[in-house]
């Protein structure tokens, strides 16, 4: 089985601020990560995804993640963040091999004040 | 379809009412699920489907809860006798085989 921690609730930031949103997994199995982002009253944008191969990652919108296994962590991360970055962001795991139920964590909600 | 679509947006039901939530997957996706994302949680795993094969519904919380997808397209999660603990955002994704899996806008359930 499969575990996902964000241990950051809510992270408030400054506009052009720089942020980084949290996240640890557990899991018996080598995964794939995932962060989501979630816009109100919208459903799930994937932002990015590890799978394999370098372990920084890019995605859209500016954002980019870095994969570390020995820590077991992907944090997400932009250098200079807009109002209209201002979401919920979800990271999740699916284990490689089988198909992919996903496990999300309870997600972080990112206010960028003005 | 440009994506996935789910009907209807908004359900309000009261309480030992059966609701059914509509799923419309990506054209030719072949694997679909279903997640529950109650309010301030993340999304969690209901039920998979296959084609029309549901392979896994471990995440189903009760046997009030049933989905299908007969013709391996559309899907319908039934929910019967809705109580006040099954108010949340009922999230529908389909993929391509080992693909990524893409979310539809969700519907919102509240049942009173």
């Known amino acids: 089985a499969q575990s996902v921690t964000q241990l950051d609730s809510q992270v408030p930031v400054f506009e052009e601020a720089p942020v980084e949103l949290r996240c640890n997994y557990s899991?018996?199995?080598?995964?794939?990560l995932f962060w989501y982002v979630q816009y109100p009253n919208q459903g799930l944008q994937l932002l990015l995804k590890?799978?394999?191969?370098?372990?920084l990652v890019k995605g859209i919108n500016g954002f980019e993640a870095e994969f570390n296994k020995s820590q077991t962590s992907f944090h997400l991360r932009k250098p200079s963040v807009h109002i209209s970055d201002t979401a919920e962001y979800f990271c999740?795991?699916?284990?490689?091999?089988?198909?992919?139920?996903?496990?999300f964590g309870i997600g972080t909600k990112l206010q960028v004040i003005p | 379809g440009a994506g996935v679509s789910q009907s209807p947006r908004y359900k309000v039901a009261k309480r030992g009412q059966d609701v059914a939530l509509r799923c419309d997957p990506i054209s030719g996706h072949v694997s679909l699920f279903w997640y529950q994302q109650a309010l301030g949680q993340g999304p969690e795993f209901l039920t998979y489907f296959q084609n029309e094969a549901q392979l896994d519904k471990s995440g189903l919380p009760s046997d009030r809860f049933f989905a299908e997808r007969p013709e391996g397209s559309v899907s319908t999660l039934k929910i019967q006798r809705t109580q006040q603990e099954d108010s949340a955002v009922y999230l529908c994704?389909?993929?391509?085989?080992?693909?990524?899996?893409?979310f539809g806008p969700g519907t919102r359930l509240t049942v009173t």
């Open positions: 994704a389909s993929s391509a085989p080992r693909g990524e899996q893409y």
């Open positions: 899991s018996s199995v080598s995964v794939y």
């Open positions: 999740a795991v699916i284990p490689s091999g089988g198909y992919q139920k996903v496990t």
């Open positions: 590890y799978l394999s191969g370098s372990t």
